[in-house]
């Protein structure tokens, strides 16, 4: 999992392997401070190469939303199989602010749809230039 934060209300993170119960001990001190400090965030969740959450990670999810359910403005979801759309419409019960899904050529738009800056939204671009640094 990798977090994108604009230092601002809005946060990106894109998963890109299976969610783990640590991962979940990085994210939420930072949505929770980022709350206290600004009332409500917004929300970019990419999934790339999601393999999955452990079942202490679920745990940690779970006890998060209930706890935040209101503290969301915008969530944008973006992914690429039928049924992470299916869990963006089913989320939207479960939280105050607006929910929606994007596809995987549309990280962009949603972005935009978030109010991101530019800078933020150029996060692949920067995983780009992260990789080829560590392949050097």
Request: hydrophobic residues 40%; without cysteine.
């Amino acid at each position: 999992m990798k977090i994108y934060d604009s230092g601002d209300k809005i946060i990106g993170i894109k998963i890109d392997s299976t969610l783990t119960k640590e991962d979940y001990q990085k994210l939420i001190p930072l949505l929770e401070e980022r709350v206290d400090k600004l009332n409500k965030l917004k929300v970019l969740i990419q999934f790339e190469e999601f393999d999955g959450i452990e079942p202490g990670a679920l745990l940690e999810e779970l006890k998060f939303d209930a706890n935040h359910r209101d503290d969301f403005e915008k969530v944008a979801i973006v992914g690429h199989e039928r049924w992470q759309e299916w869990a963006t419409k089913l989320s939207k019960l479960f939280f105050e602010g607006e929910v929606k899904y994007f596809g995987a050529g549309e990280v962009p738009l949603a972005w935009r749809w978030l109010g991101a800056r530019e800078k933020l939204r150029q996060f692949d671009v920067n995983d780009e230039l992260n990789k080829e640094a560590e392949q050097a």
